[in-house]
């Protein structure tokens, strides 16, 4: 769940399952933003989003820190934030799993 106490910031922090998405040649992984974190990051981005849409974000998966962006995906066109392997394999995670994400916008 997202923390109200952050709306007024650039970081977001919310727990979300992992899920996997095919794409013809290669399997990925994500997690979902929640609605309200979705919402608030595009108020913020405005005008700033660059190409599809994305936001350049630095992501927290457990102990793990990278830089990425977050996209709109899917049917719903919902944004998500990939978690490469190698941030799986550290945190010890998979598909179906729960992880705490904090997100920091970055070029704001």
């Known amino acids: 769940m997202h923390d109200p106490d952050e709306r007024t910031t650039m970081e977001f922090r919310f727990d979300a399952d992992l ?3 095919e794409s013809r040649r290669a399997f990925y992984t994500f997690v979902s933003l929640p609605p309200d974190v979705e919402d608030h990051m595009l108020a913020m ?3 700033l989003l660059r190409g599809w ?7 927290r998966v457990g102990s793990s820190i990278f830089a990425t ?6 049917e719903d066109a919902a944004y998500a934030l990939p978690v490469k392997r190698a941030v799986r394999d ?3 995670v998979g598909v179906g799993d729960t992880v705490g994400v904090t997100l920091r916008l970055l070029d704001f």
């Open 19 to 21: 899920w996997r998405w």
């Open 45 to 47: 981005a405005g005008d």
């Open 53 to 59: 849409g994305s936001v350049r974000v630095e992501a």
């Open 69 to 74: 962006s977050v996209f709109p995906l899917g």
């Open 90 to 92: 550290a945190e010890g």
